[in-house]
Nanobody, 118 residues
């Protein structure tokens, strides 16, 4: 099992920045990738950014150039730096960890609310 705890959400003005953190614990050696997803009211959950075990990153087109995913292995923590925020970024942001063993397992954090005011 892997446990994920997010922090760093909040209310920010248009054009502002926030940094989300996700601390992983448990069987972290089984994690092959970690990422951030978001879900806005009435919309499906979408992947925002991901970082693979080897360090490769990828981003949704809507956040490229504005968001940066990174990790600190010593702290078992993944970050999402979000800059130039706009109201369309308002959502609950979820941390995800993926274990590819067998059929694959997704682990989720509890979510953190990000609200961008115009």
């Amino acid at each position: 099992q892997v446990q994920l705890v997010e922090s760093g959400g909040g209310l920010v003005q248009l054009g502002g920045s926030l940094r989300l953190s996700c601390v992983a614990s448990g069987n972290i050696f089984k994690i092959d990738a970690m990422g951030w997803y978001r879900q806005a009211p009435g919309k499906q959950r979408e992947r925002v950014a991901a970082i693979m075990r080897g360090g490769t990153t990828n981003y949704a087109d809507s956040v490229k150039g504005r968001f940066t995913i990174s990790r600190d292995n010593a702290k078992n923590t993944v970050y999402l730096q979000m800059n130039s925020l706009n109201p369309e970024d308002t959502a609950v942001y979820y941390c995800n960890a993926y274990d590819s063993t067998g059929t694959g397992t997704d682990y989720w954090g509890q979510g953190t609310q990000v609200t961008v005011a115009s």
